[in-house]
């Protein structure tokens, strides 16, 4: 019996008592729970207000849920396998490139900057990434989290204007001549 994505559902022959009965019983109960995780992942994907991503180890997006989607008004089938630098404002392929170093080296970067929308509008995102490792502890990408930050960004925007300038003309104030 094969197993993969496409043979979900599909089990041992466990009918016997002998040893080949009870280890094909084993690996069926070890599946069931496999398909039940997995289920439990995707369901928790699909619930989150978050953007939930993964990238390749040459910053190509690989997968994302559809917060990640809606976030940056992009369709699901358009994202995989785009290079993240090619929505990322002032990020090129060598700061990624850092940025994923640092990753690898045991450090939960925190990255914030702006991202271009698919509407052409400019959102302001924070993302902390870690690392995807193999069975054989070699780096095979990245997940993170991405959160929507523009709503934040606004406000200490407005508390500057508040304190640097004038309400009534607009021009800067006492502390901005200072």
Known sequence: VRIGPDTA???????????????????????????????????????????????????????????????????PQS?????????????????LRTLFETCEQGEAPAFAGRIQRADGSVGHYETHLSVILDHQAQVQGYRGILHDVSDHVEYQNQLYDMAYCDALTGLGNRKAFY
């Open 79 to 95: 994202i995989t396998g785009r290079n993240a630098s090619e929505w990322l404002q002032a990020c090129d392929e060598a700061q």
């Open 9 to 75: 559902g599909q089990r041992l022959s466990d009918r016997g008592q002998d040893e080949l009965g009870l280890l094909a019983q084993e690996a069926n109960r070890m599946l069931d729970r496999l398909e039940q995780s997995e289920a439990r992942d995707r369901a928790i994907l699909r619930a989150m207000q978050e953007g939930y991503f993964e990238l390749d180890t040459h910053g190509r997006l690989q997968s994302a849920n559809p917060a990640f989607c809606r976030l940056l008004g992009l369709a």
